[in-house]
């Protein structure tokens, strides 16, 4: 009993002596105590109308983007166009435009408010298109040299002006605010026809927001052969385009002539695998003939994605300007930006239509289009 007594004097000693110290060696601390309060006392009105200022702020910006939207009338769930070309030539035909119209197809989607987003943006629902404004995205299949050429001008090499890359470039540095982009489909041995170039034309593609797609080994026809000679055909391309980039991702495909593997073999076009080499296609491209609908959508299906056909003959009143003109008479179809790639904005009566897992976490604005 009185050892512990002991102990527990000295405990109060030494607490004491601890306090008497720590009261000496902040003198300071009541004052500094004081202090913020003190101006937290006077901060408080102008914290007060602050965020009064703030609030109006925010009604008025919100006050705007309503009236906005009814000038505006964004759908971010109406329907995008892919486009399909194939040559870019001297001679139009079914399968080759001229470059002359090339370029009017370039002028008139421009002057009409699309604007070129990049298929990787658009599978990724990373659209990032200015409020008002409808996006398209450019595809072309077989690498061809008329697609992407370079030719020798007094003994130097320059990016012939009349192929797809040469008029996208023009296009592109003429109209900054026209977006960049467009999806090469190439196959094999010789993709773009000059043998010596293809690592720099890949590279050159790459770097300037443009991308290579698959388009199998040899072009084959993926809906006569076996399931093994699919993955075999979709395999070697990926080997062989990885021989120039190495561990490229090859993460789309544009079925050769429209054509797949029946039922349930349609699965090797997405994914699969030949002697150690997978490959997996985050978006598999048909011939087709209707707008994509917007990722968005309820019937967005990346693994069977429509294209148009990029042409004015014979295409049955499914190309470029049969679309361009029926989008005109139904403007209400059509994917019309909110300019703010974090919300995506529909009238109403899209609610049912929206798929609410593909906008992850961005924001569902409503509005009724009047
Ligand atoms: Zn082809």
Redesign the pocket.
């Known amino acids: 009993m009185k050892a512990k007594a002991v102990i527990i004097v000295v405990i109060l000693v030494i607490f004491l002596a601890a306090s008497l110290i720590s009261c000496n060696g902040n003198t300071n601390q009541p004052n500094e105590e004081k202090a913020p309060q003190s101006s937290e006392a006077i901060d408080a009105p102008q914290k007060e109308a602050e965020a009064e200022a703030e609030k109006k702020d925010e009604e008025a910006k919100e006050q705007e983007a309503a009236i906005d939207l009814q000038k505006i009338k964004p759908n971010e769930n109406g329907r995008i166009m892919l486009l399909m070309y194939h040559g870019i030539s001297d001679k139009e035909s079914e399968w080759v435009r001229t470059p002359e119209n090339f370029r009017r197809d370039l002028q008139t989607l421009y002057e009409k408010g699309y604007r070129i987003i990049s298929l990787k943006d658009y599978i990724d629902n990373d659209i990032k298109v200015e409020a008002g404004f409808t996006p398209v995205v450019l595809t072309f ?2 690498g061809l040299l008329n697609q992407f050429n370079y030719i020798e001008v007094n003994g130097e090499r320059r990016l012939d002006p009349d192929c797809a890359v040469g008029i996208l470039e023009e296009y592109f540095k003429k109209y900054p605010d026209f977006g960049r982009g467009g999806s090469f489909y190439v196959f094999y041995p010789l993709p773009f026809r000059q043998k010596e170039l293809i690592k720099e034309k890949y590279e050159f593609l790459i770097q300037n927001g443009y991308e290579v797609g698959n ?1 199998a080994y040899t ?1 084959e026809n993926l809906g006569k052969i076996s399931a093994n000679e699919v993955q075999k055909a979709l395999a070697l391309n990926v080997v062989n385009t990885r021989k120039y980039i190495e561990n490229f991702e090859v993460f789309s495909l544009a079925l ?2 429209g054509a797949s593997p029946k039922g349930e073999d349609y699965k090797y076009v997405v994914s699969g695998e030949y002697e150690g080499t997978q490959y997996n296609h985050k978006a598999v491209l048909l011939v087709g003939s209707n707008p994509a609908p917007s990722p968005n959508s309820i019937k967005f299906d990346a693994s069977k994605l429509p294209r148009i056909r990029a042409s004015e003959m014979n295409t049955a009143g499914t190309g470029i300007y049969d679309w361009l003109t029926h989008f005109e008479k139904n403007p209400h179809e059509r994917y019309i930006s909110d300019g703010n790639p974090d919300t995506i904005t529909i009238p109403e009566e899209e609610t049912e239509k929206v798929n609410l897992e593909a906008i992850k976490d961005k924001k569902l604005v409503k509005y009724l289009r009047q």
């Open positions: 299949d077989d388009h072009h050769p002539y």
